[in-house]
């Protein structure tokens, strides 16, 4: 019996990626940005079957790579039915349209796959219509080689030419009026999305940050006792989440916003200003960091620049670092561990990593293990602790009431 169309799986695009070393960016570095396009292109549902890099003191305006590096690029794509080529830099327009007449596959860089990938994440009406504005904006510029994207999302409508009118100049107009349409859409929504907000005025509000893929979203479910959608993939969360949360008779609103990245495309930023007005408006910030990842530090400087960006960089924060169960120590932390057991070393090693964080940031820290319940009571301990005091400033007797009733504060949330 042959398979019905449902049981035969689609066939996952073939991509390589490309990237260059330069007097900026070491072969190392480079290596490690590659490892987290090849997430981001499994991620978007493609599969990663080589990586290329050049050294390059900066790249080439036509090409971004070298002639040579293009046609060996050019040479394992005949070889191997390649369709996609993914570069880890942003191109130019005339960039893309020039790689694509030489291999003849599409072309993705960062910003687009990007993109694509909070296409597929984003579920509400109010995450589609930020991701499809900041789509339309990065593609008009980009039209003469963004064919198959613009197809897509025509469905049919409006008559394609005019008296004179080139083919070109029409897909223009036709991108500039869904631009002005998604953003008068989003002024409404975001007005509903403003007066939710304001309803919360007088209730403590706490957000999750952090690089993608930290473990926020895990986090959530832990402190929240809720079901959030937690997945190993890069954006596995788009849109924002936002709980009702009682602990130790203090109530708060916590809320779990999309993830950063390097190089997050600018027009998202734009886009997702509104949704990211839960981090702004929060009173605390859980800066969620995973320490077992060898860039955690790159990591905590990309959320902060991003946080500084939108307005959000004086706020009250806990540094969280979670998957302290996958860290794995410095050789000279081992060599000093010599003569200890191993959950002594352990203390003596979070002890030390505490100390570092608290006097070279100056925040509140705590490592964590959000899938191991490790350490979760003291983060809890701690986060009562800076709610109570917000709570306590907007409810001064609050704590007198025996009752406890914050039933009200939440019945119109």
């Known amino acids: 019996m042959k398979p019905t169309p449902k049981e035969i799986a689609p066939q996952k695009l073939r991509a390589v990626l490309v990237a260059l070393?330069?007097?900026?960016?070491?072969?190392?570095?480079?290596?490690?940005?590659?490892?987290?396009?090849?997430?981001?292109?499994?991620?978007?549902?493609?599969?990663?079957?080589?990586?290329?890099?050049?050294?390059?003191?900066?790249?080439?305006?036509?090409?971004?790579?070298?002639?040579?590096?293009?046609?060996?690029?050019?040479?394992?794509?005949?070889?191997?039915d390649i369709q996609v080529v993914v570069f880890d830099d942003d191109l130019t327009p005339s960039q893309i349209k020039n790689i694509e007449n030489e291999v003849k596959v599409k072309v993705f860089d960062r910003s687009l796959l990007i993109l694509e990938i909070f296409l597929l994440r984003a579920k509400t009406a109010q995450a589609r219509t930020q991701v499809e504005l900041a789509r339309y904006e990065y593609l008009l510029p980009r039209l003469t080689n963004m064919w198959t994207h613009l197809e897509r999302q025509r469905g049919g409508t409006g008559t394609r030419g005019g008296s004179g009118e080139k083919e070109i100049e029409t897909d223009k107009r036709v991108i500039r009026d869904k631009i002005s349409l998604l953003k008068e859409k989003l002024k409404v929504i975001d007005k509903q999305s403003a007066n939710r907000r304001k309803t919360r005025a007088r209730v403590t509000r706490a957000a999750l940050v952090g690089y993608t893929n930290v473990g926020k979203s895990t986090l959530m479910n832990q402190l929240s006792k809720s079901e959030?959608?937690?997945?190993?993939?890069?954006?596995?969360?788009?849109?924002?989440?936002?709980?009702?949360?009682?602990?130790?008779?203090?109530?708060?609103?916590?809320?779990?916003?999309?993830?950063?990245?390097?190089?997050?495309?600018?027009?998202?930023?734009?886009?997702?200003?509104?949704?990211?007005?839960?981090?702004?408006?929060?009173?605390?910030?859980?800066?969620?960091?995973?320490?077992?990842?060898?860039?955690?530090?790159?990591?905590?400087?990309?959320?902060?620049?991003?946080?500084?960006?939108?307005?959000?960089?004086?706020?009250?924060?806990?540094?969280?670092?979670?998957?302290?169960?996958?860290?794995?120590?410095?050789?000279?932390?081992?060599?000093?561990?010599?003569?200890?057991?191993?959950?002594?070393?352990?203390?003596?090693?979070?002890?030390?990593?505490?100390?570092?964080?608290?006097?070279?940031?100056?925040?509140?820290?705590?490592?964590?293990?959000?899938?191991?319940?490790?350490?979760i009571g003291e983060l809890r301990k701690l986060l009562v602790e800076k709610v109570t005091d917000k709570h306590l400033q907007i409810y001064p007797n609050y704590l007198k009431d025996s009752s406890g009733d914050y039933s009200r504060l939440f019945e119109e949330l």
Request: negative net charge.
């Open 228 to 375: 959030v959608f937690a997945e190993n993939k890069l954006f596995a969360t788009v849109d924002a989440t936002v709980r009702k949360v009682v602990l130790e008779r203090i109530p708060f609103l916590l809320s779990d916003t999309v993830g950063f990245i390097r190089k997050l495309p600018h027009s998202l930023i734009e886009s997702f200003k509104s949704t990211l007005d839960e981090v702004r408006e929060a009173d605390i910030l859980l800066h969620v960091v995973d320490i077992s990842h060898p860039s955690f530090e790159e990591q905590i400087e990309v959320v902060n620049g991003t946080l500084a960006e939108i307005g959000a960089a004086d706020k009250e924060v806990i540094m969280v670092f979670n998957k302290i169960d996958l860290y794995k120590p410095t050789e000279e932390m081992m060599d000093q561990a010599m003569d200890m057991d191993q959950e002594a070393f352990k203390q003596e090693m979070m002890n030390k990593l505490k100390a570092t964080y608290m006097n070279k940031q100056g925040y509140s820290t705590v490592f964590i293990s959000a899938t191991k319940k490790e350490n």
């Open 21 to 80: 070393i330069s007097q900026k960016q070491s072969a190392e570095k480079t290596a490690e940005y590659l490892d987290e396009l090849a997430f981001l292109t499994e991620t978007s549902g493609m599969e990663t079957v080589k990586k290329f890099t050049q050294r390059l003191e900066r790249p080439d305006t036509r090409t971004f790579i070298g002639k040579g590096k293009l046609e060996e690029v050019k040479a394992f794509i005949k070889a191997e």
